[in-house]
């Protein structure tokens, strides 16, 4: 399975953004999903999780601001970033568990 994110950009903190991550060649239907990111100098950090069944987790630090969601006729998994922070800068990548390669991410940079 390839695994495609998209939807970053350039924001303002308190603004949003929508992440799409696009799986091709498999169906992720019965996986869990995760999204993770990594900040310059930063390890990557696990974001939020969903599983098959709609379940989802979120790390702290975007509780309240984040809604990780699926549409599985899509094959298709998605964030929306609400309330967005400087902090919350970094490259965004999603995966499955079990895990797969890593596609390339999508930016996302908050400043004004």
């Known amino acids: 399975v390839q695994l495609q994110a998209s939807g970053g950009g350039l924001v303002q903190p308190g603004g949003s953004l929508r992440l799409s991550c696009v799986a091709s060649g498999s169906t992720v239907s019965f996986n869990a999903m995760t999204w993770y990111r990594q900040a310059p100098g930063k390890q990557r950090e696990l974001v939020a999780a969903i599983s098959s069944d709609g379940n989802t987790y979120y790390v702290d630090s975007v509780k309240g601001r984040f809604t990780i969601s699926r549409d599985n006729a899509k094959n298709t998994v998605y964030l929306q970033m609400n309330s967005l922070k400087p902090e919350d800068t970094a490259v965004y990548y999603c995966?499955?568990?079990?895990?797969?390669?890593w596609g390339q991410g999508t930016l996302v940079t908050v400043s004004s």
């Open positions: 995966n499955r568990v079990p895990g797969v390669s």
